[in-house]
Structure formats: structure tokens, C-alpha cells
């Protein structure tokens, strides 16, 4: 089993930064794609950011040139810098990743954190 943990989320004013932290535990092997989401009561959950291993990151149109994904895959952890934060940005945000295990046999399986919450207001 494998366990997301996120942090870094809080109460931000527009123009402000965060910088948003998921680290992983527990039976992993590797670390394929992660990616970061957010979700806002009543809207389904958008992708705004993920980054395959060994390969180049991708931002949601939303959030190009303000948020940068990034990953240590030594240390099992994956961020979200997010600059220039708007109100609109205001959403719980969850780390996902997609993890190669072993339990006799290899297998990969997607994972999710339980959230950090982000609320950009004055």
C-alpha cells in the first residue's frame, strides 16, 4: 500500500505564492506519472498540472506560466509552485501518482492524497 500526503495549502492573498508538497510512503518501487488536481464544491476535479518520470511537466492553460509542477523522485516527493495566485485558484488540491509496487509481482496502481486546501481571498 502507498500513502500521498499533502501539505502546503493555506489562506493566501491574489498575487501571493504557495508552494504545495506531496510526499509518498510506503511500497514503492518507482514513481511513474504524478500529477496534481483541484476540485471546487460542486465541479468535477480538473487536472492543472502532472509530469511523467524522466519527461517534461504539463500545466493546465489556467495556470501556465503561474504554476510549476516538479518532482524528487529520490526522496519520493512531488510539488506544485503556484505564484501569482488568483481567486479562481481557490479549490482543494490533491497529488496523485502513478506507483510501481511489488508483492511477488510487479503492478502499478494510481494513488491519491486526501487533499490540501488553498483559498485565495483578500
Known amino acids: 500500500q502507498v500513502q500521498l500526503v499533502e501539505s502546503g495549502g493555506g489562506l493566501v492573498q491574489p498575487g501571493g505564492s504557495l508552494r504545495l508538497s506531496c510526499a509518498a510512503s510506503?511500497?514503492?518501487?518507482?514513481?511513474?506519472?504524478v500529477a496534481w488536481y483541484r476540485q471546487t464544491p460542486g465541479k468535477q476535479r480538473e487536472l492543472v498540472a502532472s509530469?511523467?518520470?524522466?519527461?517534461?511537466?504539463s500545466h493546465a492553460d489556467s495556470v501556465k506560466g503561474r504554476f510549476t509542477i516538479s518532482r524528487d523522485d529520490a526522496n519520493n516527493a512531488i510539488y506544485l509552485q503556484m505564484n501569482s495566485l488568483e481567486p479562481e485558484d481557490t479549490a482543494v488540491y490533491f497529488c496523485?501518482?502513478?506507483?510501481?509496487?511489488?508483492?511477488?509481482?510487479?503492478?502499478?496502481?494510481?494513488?491519491w492524497g486526501q487533499g490540501t486546501s488553498v483559498t485565495v481571498a483578500s
Open positions: 510506503g511500497n514503492i518501487f518507482s514513481i511513474e506519472t
Open positions: 496523485n501518482a502513478e506507483v510501481w509496487g511489488s508483492n511477488g509481482y510487479a503492478y502499478l496502481k494510481s494513488y
Open positions: 509530469m511523467p518520470r524522466g519527461g517534461s511537466p
